[in-house]
């Protein structure tokens, strides 16, 4: 078996343009209508609803930290990629709403569309060797040290997440909220195979 060519520059950055815009517009549906999600742009989602301050600034300083870790654990290219994915995605959370409206959007039809545009952006990141969010390297961290799951850490985060969220939306949002979270991971877990896909 030969041994799986890299992603060029050039494919590298059509996956990083194109994972951060779809993660963008899959966060500007979610916050005009108002929804929470889980990870670290669940967390900057929750700061700027308790803040208002915007999604972007917020989602990029939430992230500084973990470029550390990312670099200790996942190695300086990983770091760099995520590091511009994530500028840009603040970025265009910043613009992107003014240029585009709603005239109607019904929050369940708008929740399954955040889940599919925010799985299907952070599908062309991890084929790029890039991430939008800090929480998957801690937890990454946590097993290697601790012998903590992955899977269970993020979770676990993701649950206090929402129960957080009670004290700043109502029930029946947060309800909308999951189903959305529900929908991203889905497409992660059913497209996201390793065995099927190696290139990096």
Sequence with gaps: MTEPDRHSLTEDAQGLVYGATMAAFGITI??????VTGQTAGLAV????????????VFFAVNLPFYILGWLRMGARFTVK???AVALLSLLSIWLPGQVSFATLNP???AVLF???????????FRHGASLGGIGIVALLLQD?????AGWVQLAFDAVLFA?????????TVAVSFLGAVVVNLVIAVNHRRDRYIAA
């Design 164 to 172: 957080a969220s009670f004290l700043l939306v109502p029930a029946k």
């Design 115 to 125: 889940g599919f545009l925010s799985g299907s952006a952070l599908l062309a990141l």
């Design 145 to 149: 040290r601790l012998g903590w799951r």
């Design 30 to 35: 979610l916050t005009h209508l108002g929804l």
């Design 82 to 84: 995520t590091f511009l």
């Design 108 to 110: 369940w039809v708008g």
């Design 46 to 57: 929750l700061i700027a609803y308790a803040t208002g301050w915007g999604f972007g600034p």
